[in-house]
Every structure is written in structure tokens, then in C-alpha cells.
């Protein structure tokens, strides 16, 4: 077991979530090196003082413990295990945290590579969207040894409020399948419940004053349904991650025969989102495939 202050934290990914995020672990006084595929969207990062690195191997050689945060399974295939990747530039006992909501066995499949290069990895990803990101305030969820989870939470103190060890490796990704099941299902709700006050002709902000603090109160209502009142559809979290995140969690369920029949419907409204040109907006640009399909 390796016991240690970090100093020296990479990080790839710096879009929506992880640029707010890496900007935490760089006011708290870390050295950060970074690697993103758009330098120009992590150069707010190196004008605060971070290094920039031409690769993920890079970060890797210039690092104790490495943060991800990048888009999609495929993308993390690539950071870890591509040719300039994280797994060919690893020193021995550095430690990996990805934190891209990704598939669960690919978390254990990087937790079986990090084990061949004797060093560590955790799979710890978040919830809390681009608001949670740059409060602060993230839930994360972790799987992998409790043993570098309990090293590594003095640095997810800095990014979340509700930090939780889940399990062996891959059970940080299985809870937030969970999480993103129950946000696609309250989604729906949440915007037939809007469309329903604004056909009835009542301020939504109003609506959402009194059954934002009754039994029907969610993060989506409070939080989404406020940007939906407002017309606001800029992305927190993106339609197309979401889209990939249910298609994770629809394929996990069936590699368990377990039957989502909600799912696989809300899951088609998004792919109808995406079909209609919205994948680039938040999640609660759901609303514009209501509003179409009820001509509003």
C-alpha cells in the first residue's frame, strides 16, 4: 500500500465537467498536466498555471495520479490503451481515476491492466452536471480498491459533496447507471408535467415554486425544469451523453436479463432528440421533442 501526499495530478478531459473541475484541483494548489483534443478549450487551464502535455502517455509520465473525464467508452479505450495512451507512459504505483461515465466492464478491464503495470485505478463517475462541476458539489461514486479510494479522497473532497465507495471495480460505473435510469425516467415527467401548467396557462416558474417543495420535488424539477421555464437548453449535460449513458445502462440490463421496458422508452424520445438536431443541447431539451409532437 503506498501512502503519500499527491503533488503532481494529471488530468484529460477538459470539456463541460472537467475543465470546472481541473480549475478546483489547480486553486487548491496542485501541479496539474492536461491533455485535451482541443487545446483551445483547456487554455484557461494553462493560463491559471497548468502544464500542457502533447498526449495522454505524456500526462502519464509527468504524473502521480491521473484524472479522465472524457465523452464516450471509445474515447477512454483511447486515453488508456491507444498508442500515445495513459498505459504506455505509466510509472508503478501511480494511481488512475476515470471519471467519464462509461461502461462497467471496461472499468474492470482497466483495473486488470493497471494491475499488470503494478499500479492502481478507481472507477469514480459523477453526477451533478456542469453546475455540480463548478460548485464543487459533484456526487461521485467509486469502484475499486477501498484502500486507494481512502488516498484519493482527500482530492474528491475538492470536486463533490456526496462521495460514496461502491464496491470492486466497476460498481462506480453500475451506480451511475442506476442514476442516469432514474434522471431519464423523472425527465419525462418532469416536462409532461411542465407542458401540462403552460397548456393550462399558469408561470411555470410558479408551478415549479410549489411542487418543488412537495412530494413531487427533484433535482430535475428544481434545477432542469427552472432552464426549461426560462428557455434556457444550453448544455449542463449533453443529449448525445445522455443518449450513450441509457444505451450503457439498456445493454448492462440485458447482459443481466433484467427488463427495462421505462428505459427503452424514454431512451427513444432522446434518439428522436437527436434525430430533430438537439443532441448538442442540455438534457432538458427534451422538452423541444414534446413541444413538437403536441404542436406548441
Known amino acids: ?94 494511481i488512475l481515476v476515470d471519471m467519464t461515465t462509461s461502461e462497467p466492464r471496461l472499468a474492470q478491464e482497466i483495473f486488470k491492466k493497471a494491475e499488470e503495470k503494478n499500479v492502481f485505478s478507481l472507477d469514480a463517475p459523477v453526477s451533478g452536471g456542469q453546475k455540480g462541476a463548478i460548485g464543487g458539489n459533484l456526487a461521485i461514486m467509486v469502484g475499486g480498491s477501498r484502500d486507494i479510494f481512502d488516498l484519493v479522497l482527500p482530492i474528491f473532497e475538492i470536486l463533490g459533496e456526496n462521495i460514496a465507495y461502491m464496491g470492486n471495480a466497476g460498481t462506480g460505473q453500475h451506480t451511475k447507471m442506476s442514476n442516469q435510469i432514474l434522471i431519464a425516467s423523472t ?34 424539477i428544481n434545477n432542469l425544469g427552472r432552464q426549461i421555464a426560462s428557455k434556457n437548453f444550453d448544455p449542463g449535460f449533453y443529449i448525445k451523453h445522455f443518449i450513450k449513458d441509457m444505451g450503457i445502462a439498456l445493454q448492462e440490463a440485458k447482459n443481466m436479463n433484467l427488463s427495462l421496458p421505462g428505459l427503452s422508452l424514454v431512451y427513444q424520445f432522446y434518439i428522436a432528440a437527436k434525430a430533430m438536431g438537439f443532441k448538442n443541447l442540455g438534457t432538458q431539451g427534451l422538452y423541444k421533442v414534446f413541444e413538437r409532437m403536441n404542436n406548441i
Open 187 to 220: 425527465m419525462v415527467g418532469v416536462i409532461e408535467s411542465l407542458l401540462y401548467g403552460y397548456k393550462a396557462g399558469i408561470n411555470l416558474d410558479e408551478i415549479i415554486d410549489v411542487i418543488g417543495k412537495g412530494a413531487a420535488a427533484s433535482w430535475s
Open 1 to 94: 500500500m503506498i501512502k503519500r501526499k499527491f503533488k503532481k495530478i494529471g488530468f484529460v478531459g477538459t470539456g463541460i465537467m472537467g475543465n470546472p473541475m481541473c480549475s478546483h484541483l489547480l486553486k487548491s494548489k496542485y501541479e496539474i498536466y492536461l491533455f485535451n483534443r482541443s487545446k483551445e478549450k483547456a487554455q484557461n487551464l494553462v493560463e491559471l498555471g497548468a502544464h500542457w502535455c502533447s498526449n495522454p502517455k505524456e500526462v502519464a509520465l509527468r504524473s502521480e495520479l491521473i484524472i479522465t473525464i472524457v465523452g464516450y467508452p471509445k474515447d477512454v479505450k483511447n486515453v488508456y490503451f491507444g498508442s500515445d495512451g495513459i498505459f504506455e507512459g505509466i510509472k508503478p504505483n501511480s
